[in-house]
Antibody
Framework: QVQLQESGPGLVKPSQTLSLTCTVSGDAISSPGAYYWSWLRQSPGKGPEWIGYIYHSGSTYRNPSLESRVTISVDTSKNQFSLKLTSVTAADTAVYYC?????????WGQGTLVTVSS | EIVLTQFPATLSLSPGESATLSCRASQSVGTYLAWYQQRPGQAPRLLISDASTRATGIPARFSGSGSGTDFTLTISSLEPEDFAVYYCQQRNWPPSWTFGQGTKVEIK
């Protein structure tokens, strides 16, 4: 069965760039199908927030509220996709999840806490 | 942006009772709505897609209904593992997908 695992620094300084990678196992990102691969985040006590998604071809779609700071990329040779969020502030502190999109978010990684602090 | 409002914020019930959770959208989403369960320290888990279709492996005590702007998740007889937070989520097009703020189902 497909599994997703986030990795990256747990602490990022204000104004710097947050970088995370999601490694997919049990399925190939580039396999034919209608799956998209997505990033989400969740601040304490709040509902999840969708950040954006990428298709194996490299086409992306980002949340309009974060679009100017978000880059999502894919490396099919490593079966990974990545997130970069620039100019971070304390408001970007959250648990970040990667997830598969099969219409909805049907498979999730366990999440990784990223704290923005000096 | 489509805003999803969930109510009540908290539902206090006993095992064996039924739970009715509501989700209201600020504009019509058709039936493009999902429900998720989140237990403490875990990622959300997809329960219901397209308003009423149970996801793979989800017990029959979970059911969803609604269309347009008003949706309901019903849990027919609460099991101990069902006490958790539940979120609704819409998938409009072009994507600006949003979640509700959640309903916590707690043990009375």
């Amino acid at each position: 069965q497909v599994q997703l695992q986030e990795s990256g620094p747990g602490l990022v300084k204000p104004s710097q760039t947050l970088s995370l990678t999601c490694t997919v196992s049990g399925d190939a990102i580039s396999s034919p199908g209608a799956y998209y691969w997505s990033w989400l985040r969740q601040s304490p006590g709040k509902g999840p927030e969708w950040i954006g998604y990428i298709y194996h071809s490299g086409s992306t779609y980002r949340n309009p509220s974060l679009e100017s700071r978000v880059t999502i990329s894919v490396d099919t040779s490593k079966n990974q996709f990545s997130l970069k969020l620039t100019s971070v502030t304390a408001a970007d502190t959250a648990v970040y999840y990667c997830a598969r999109v099969n219409g909805y978010f049907d498979v999730w990684g366990q999440g990784t806490l990223v704290t923005v602090s000096s | 942006e489509i805003v999803l409002t969930q109510f009540p914020a908290t539902l206090s019930l006993s095992p064996g009772e039924s739970a009715t959770l509501s989700c209201r959208a600020s504009q019509s989403v058709g039936t493009y709505l999902a429900w998720y369960q989140q237990r403490p320290g875990q990622a959300p888990r997809l329960l219901i897609s397209d308003a009423s279709t149970r996801a793979t492996g989800i017990p029959a005590r979970f059911s969803g209904s609604g269309s347009g702007t008003d949706f309901t998740l019903t849990i027919s007889s609460l099991e101990p593992e069902d006490f958790a937070v539940y979120y609704c989520q819409q998938r409009n097009w072009p994507p600006s997908w949003t979640f509700g703020q959640g309903t916590k189902v707690e043990i009375k």
